[in-house]
Every structure is written in C-alpha cells, then in structure tokens.
C-alpha cells in the first residue's frame, strides 16, 4: 500500500501513519515511512541540534532541500510496495511558501504527481476546526507552523489541492470523532474501497 497522508498540521496524520506501522508488522507488511520528512524540521531522524540548524536555514536553502528531499521520495514509492509518506509534494505546495520560502513559489507539484506509482492512494485527512484547535491546545509541537486562526484557510487549501490532484486513488479521511486508538479500524475501512487487488 502506498500512501501520501495530507492535512493540516494536528489532524492525525503521524498517530494513523504510526498505527499503520504497527498494524502492518505481524502481516508482514513493513511500511517505509517518512512522516516528518517535509515538514521543517524534520523531527524523526534529526537531532534537536539540527533541527533548531533547519529551522534557522534560510528560506532558499530551504526550498532547495525540500525539492531534493520531494524528488528523492520518488524513487522510494518506486522500491517499496508498502510506503507511508505524510505531506509529500502537497504539503510543500502549501506550507513551502507560506512559511518556509514565502518569496519562492512552488510549481512542480503536478509534475511530481505523472511519476507516481499508478497503485499511489491520496488521503486527505480533515477535522472539525475546533478539534484541530483543541489538539493544539493540549499537545503542541515545539516548531507549530499553523495557527489556530489559520486552520479553516489551511483545510481549505488541502482540499483544494486534494480536489485537483491527479493521482487517481484518492480519499477523504475524517477524524474529528477518532481517537488515537479507533482511527486505524476507521482508517482501513474507507481505504479498502480503492485498493488494488494485490
């Protein structure tokens, strides 16, 4: 199964990414899995030295890295049949510059997406705003970049982006009434509708 999860920031994107993880490994199923990979800083595999580094890059260098790390990425859908990225190429396109390189635009997106695996499924993950607030509220990330007033326009921007894509597999994902143990059964339930036989 390979995956690119979008959403805003909080909406549960990393919490069903680690469930997936967790589900797939007795199945035989071991996801590579980049879920912080685009978003500055990347706070999986980089120390708290080197993400406050990243956080302080300049906004060319920035836009730089992350089209290296998106193009990069590519080549991981292509050698893993069991892939979960979180953000990837939409993320960039709405984040990238609104708040990493607000002076560079980002237009490749589409391109990114007519190399794709065909099997590549595109999930928008969504909430109610006032859940995404809540969340924030009670468990913030210590680099947030969306702000509680920002969260309708940002959802917005997810689905807009969503809407447009090309990627052929795509769903919708709710969880504003999930809880980090319900959303993989949630999760599983709506993806099997277009899952390829294998």
Not at 38 to 46: A, E, S, W
Request: hydrophobic share 35%.
């Amino acid at each position: 199964m390979r995956l690119i999860l979008i959403g805003c920031e909080y909406v549960g994107k990393t919490t069903l990414a680690n469930n997936l993880k967790d589900w797939g490994a007795p199945l035989g199923k071991h996801f590579h899995m980049d879920d912080g990979d685009f978003t500055i800083p990347d706070y999986h595999h980089l120390s708290p030295e080197d993400q406050e580094s990243m956080w302080n890059l300049s906004p060319v260098l920035k836009e730089r890295f992350q089209r290296m790390v998106i193009y990069y990425h590519l080549d991981i859908l292509a050698r893993y049949d069991d892939c979960i990225l979180g953000g990837f190429h939409i993320e960039e396109k709405i984040y990238g510059p609104r708040y990493y390189h607000p002076d560079i635009g980002v237009n490749y997106h589409r391109y990114v997406e007519t190399l794709l695996p065909a099997d590549t499924i595109l999930v928008n993950l969504k909430a109610d705003s006032d859940v995404i607030k809540e969340r924030m509220e009670s468990n913030p990330h210590k680099y947030q970049l969306v702000q509680p007033y920002q969260v309708d326009e940002i959802q917005d921007e997810f689905s807009y982006e969503f809407q447009l894509s090309n990627i052929e597999s795509k769903i919708e994902f709710d969880t504003s009434n999930l809880m980090p143990e319900t959303i993989l059964d949630a999760f599983l339930n709506e993806v099997r509708l277009v899952l390829t036989p294998k």
